[in-house]
């Protein structure tokens, strides 16, 4: 292997776009190639970037020229792509949620064995340097016990329907990263009670608005709050709680300009708008990670173990969600 890490995405969607821009940028990786079977979304992106494309994934997957492959393609098709790219000697970065059904999220596990270590799964938030801020400091006990953690995360406006029609529902597709930051928070899950909300008649699933409340297995609490729309922008807030004191990572603005007179004090700047502008520095820390653990060895994090316990969280809410009960998540969940 070269002193770079040779990359390959596969999917030139909305985050294989980001990937592959991340990835040109990074010191240690080379962007070698973006594959997309849909028309020329592989030519754009190949085009505009300056590197090779194709329509050919099959062939991407396990191509000699590259050492890892980010998998930004839809979410039926993660684990068939990372099945292939890990038995072609790859590393992977996959694109959450692992998969839509928790029995073939196991299937792989199996499958990839002691491959499974070279596979991470794309929970970006993690990467945040707010919220890696909050997290160590929790570890470091500057809040003392964690007894409660508040995670709102709305979206300014729903995606598109082809979209929404292979995502799996609000709770594997959205809640899915606050379900991880949880788990990251408060550790493991021990029970899931959900509530869904159908808001946006245009919006064609079953939720596009939930509320959580998740029981960990030390006795923190854990809600989560989420909207496909929100009026005013991307709204990403956490607190965290402790017997000692709170952390909180508020939302980030395109200005922080503030103006005081007479008659109050205002603050002008939107939210930033999307994911892509909110999460850019988590995507290139997520990004340095990978490079860093592919290139030495090291096992991916977050591990696709962690990609199989937020899924089994997102399945738990959705049969919170359909009949009202509190679901308690089973030990097998936890691995
Ligand atoms: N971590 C994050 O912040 C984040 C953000 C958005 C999406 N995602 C995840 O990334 C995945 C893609 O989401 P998106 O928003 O980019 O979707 P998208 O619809 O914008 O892009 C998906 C791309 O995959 C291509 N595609 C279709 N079939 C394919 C195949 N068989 N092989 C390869 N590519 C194929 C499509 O042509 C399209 O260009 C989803 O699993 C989603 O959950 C993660």
């Not at 028309?39 to 300056?50: E, F, M, N, P």
């Not at 929790?138 to 082809?162: H, N, Y």
């Not at 995502?167 to 408060?186: E, N, Q, V």
């Not at 977050?302 to 997102?314: E, H, K, Q, Y």
Request: some cysteine.
């Amino acid at each position: 292997m070269s002193d770079k890490l040779k990359i390959a995405v596969i999917g030139a969607g909305r985050i294989g776009a980001v990937h592959a821009r991340t990835i040109r940028d990074h010191h240690s990786a080379e962007l070698v190639l973006v594959a997309d079977p849909v028309g020329d979304a592989a030519a754009r992106l190949g085009a505009a970037l300056g590197v090779d494309s194709t329509t050919d994934v099959d062939a991407a997957l396990v191509s000699g020229a590259v050492d890892a492959v980010v998998i930004a393609s839809p979410t039926p098709q993660h684990v068939p792509h990372a099945l292939a790219a890990v038995g072609a000697g790859k590393s992977v970065l996959m694109e959450k949620p692992v998969a839509l059904d928790l029995a073939q999220v196991d299937d792989c596990i199996a499958a990839l064995g002691d491959d499974a270590d070279r596979v991470m799964v794309g929970f970006n938030r993690r990467f945040d340097p707010s919220v890696a801020e909050v997290h160590a400091r929790v570890q470091a006990g500057d809040i003392g016990a964690v007894e409660q953690v508040l995670i709102i995360s709305r979206d300014p406006a729903p995606p598109p329907s082809g979209y929404l029609a292979v995502s799996g529902g609000i709770f594997k597709d959205m809640t899915i990263h606050d379900l991880d930051m949880a788990r990251h928070l408060i550790g493991e899950v021990v029970s899931v009670r959900a509530t869904g909300q159908h808001l946006d008649p245009e919006v064609d699933d079953t939720y596009d608005a939930a509320t959580l409340t998740l029981t960990g297995a030390g006795g923190a609490v854990a809600v989560i709050v989420n909207s496909r729309h929100s009026a005013a922008g991307y709204d990403q807030r956490i607190e965290v709680f402790g017997d000692q004191g709170t952390l909180e990572v508020t939302n980030q603005r395109s200005s922080s300009v503030r103006m005081h007179d007479a008659t109050g004090t205002e603050r002008s700047g939107l939210f930033l708008p999307f994911f892509l502008e909110r999460y850019q520095r988590a995507y290139a820390a997520e990004l340095d990670s990978f490079v860093a653990a592919a290139l030495t060895g090291a096992p991916q994090s977050p591990s696709i173990a962690d990609g199989r316990a937020a899924l089994a969280l997102a399945e738990a809410a959705a049969e919170s969600a359909a009949t009202g009960a509190v679901i308690s998540i089973g030990q097998e969940a936890i691995r």
